[in-house]
């Protein structure tokens, strides 16, 4: 069983940065994609930014120049690097993985909450 484990999260200030890791364990077949998302309460899901097994990253508008995904393949982690925090990066933060068994895992999700 594929688990992920979501660490980093917490209270910032406005303009303050956090770093999110997400560490997969258990078999992952094969070269695998990543991707963090959130979700507000009321709002839907959002795909935040992906990063494949070659490194190529995709990120939502809304933060692009602000986080930056990265991974560790040796240490099959993701981690996402955010900067600046507004208001309204306040979401539950969620890591995935893709596998070779055609199934995607998901984190239990770590809350991010941006506030004065």
């Known amino acids: 069983q594929v688990q992920l484990a979501e660490s980093g999260g917490g209270l910032v200030q406005p303009g303050g940065s956090l770093r999110l890791s997400c560490a997969a364990s258990g078999r992952i077949f094969g070269p695998n994609n990543m991707a963090w998302y959130r979700q507000a309460p009321g709002k839907q899901r959002e795909l935040v930014a992906t990063?494949?097994?070659?490194?190529?990253?995709t990120y939502v508008d809304s933060v692009k120049g602000r986080f930056t995904i990265s991974r560790d393949n040796a240490k099959n982690t993701v981690y996402l690097q955010m900067n600046n925090l507004k208001p309204e990066d306040t979401a539950v933060y969620y890591c995935?993985?893709?596998?070779?068994?055609?199934?995607?895992?998901w984190g239990q999700g770590t809350q991010v909450t941006v506030s004065s």
């Open positions: 995935l993985t893709t596998s070779g068994d055609r199934n995607n895992y």
């Open positions: 990063i494949t097994s070659g490194g190529f990253t």
